[in-house]
């Protein structure tokens, strides 16, 4: 079963869209994997203290883009194959990269300074054990 122990809601935006964004992301890492039973509607808005409606959306949302499967009176689960796991790391990895660069276009950086902040930044963070 899915863990949402490290899911940590924010204000920054709708929360079916974080636990949509929380287990792609999972998918991505390969800490979710295919097959993984996904908690029920009801569990997951008792644990996270929302709507059951809310994570209604997230699941709906995540049933049409392939990502779980859901019958009727059954456990849903994840159903990602490889092919899409891979589509969303990259566009994981895009949609990051967007909200970045804007912001650092806003500060006026030069792609120089930006790619070299980043690389500096990469190589600390590797020294780390692990990341949060």
């Known amino acids: 079963m899915i863990s949402f122990d490290r899911f940590i809601p924010s204000d920054s ?8 964004t929380y287990i792609k992301q999972g ?22 203290g929302v709507n059951p409606n809310t994570v ?12 779980i499967s859901s019958a009727q009176g059954a456990k849903s689960i994840i159903t990602a194959d490889d092919g899409l ?7 994981l990895l895009d949609d990051l990269s967007e909200n970045y660069v804007i912001a650092l276009k ?3 950086l030069s792609k120089e300074d930006a790619l070299a ?5 990469w190589d600390e963070m590797s020294d780390k054990e692990e990341i949060q």
């Open 56 to 67: 209604q959306k997230a699941y709906h949302t995540l049933e049409e883009e392939g990502v």
């Open 106 to 108: 806003h500060m006026n």
């Open 117 to 121: 902040a980043v690389s500096r930044l």
């Open 13 to 20: 935006s709708p929360i079916y869209l974080q636990i949509i």
């Open 85 to 91: 796991i891979r589509s969303l790391k990259g566009q």
């Open 27 to 48: 998918l991505a890492a390969g800490i979710i994997k295919p097959g993984e039973d996904v908690p029920s509607r009801r569990a997951l808005s008792a644990l996270l």
